[in-house]
């Protein structure tokens, strides 16, 4: 059984980064990619990055360049897999609830829809305030 479960998210100050995290289990890191998602309130949810389960490859939809970055930390010894996406520099416009989910099969998380995507976390949310 997938499960996914997202951490990190709070309230931050415009302008500093926040790290966030996506801690996978029972995933099998052969194909396919994590990706992050955000829904902002009242607005649609949009991809944001994605990254490779087996070879780490990255990928950030246009929208989000230079705003974030992904990465992922792999402990095969015990059998865990993270995801982490760092927000750079936010803004109030990154005030969203954000999500991490698997595409294992490779049909949605480059495009950026999240409707073809397979497993979801529950999200974590963040919201950017003075």
């Known amino acids: 059984q997938v499960q996914l479960v997202e951490s990190g998210g709070g309230l931050v100050q415009p302008g500093g980064s926040l790290r966030l995290s996506c801690d996978v289990s029972?995933?099998?890191?052969?194909?396919?990619?994590i990706g992050w998602f955000r829904q902002a309130p009242g607005k649609e949810r949009e991809g944001v990055a994605c990254i490779g389960a087996s070879d780490g490859s990255t990928y950030i939809h246009d929208s989000m360049k230079g705003s974030v970055d992904i990465s992922r930390a792999i402990s095969r010894e015990r059998d865990q897999y993270t995801s982490y996406l760092t927000i750079l520099k936010v803004k109030a416009e990154d005030t969203a609830d954000y999500y991490c989910?698997?595409?294992?099969?490779?049909?949605?998380?480059?495009?950026?829809?999240?409707?073809?995507?397979?497993?979801w976390g529950q999200g974590t949310r963040v919201t950017v305030s003075i």
């Open positions: 029972g995933f099998t890191l052969k194909d396919g990619y």
């Open positions: 989910a698997t595409d294992p099969l490779v049909v949605s998380c480059l495009r950026g829809t999240w409707m073809g995507m397979n497993d």
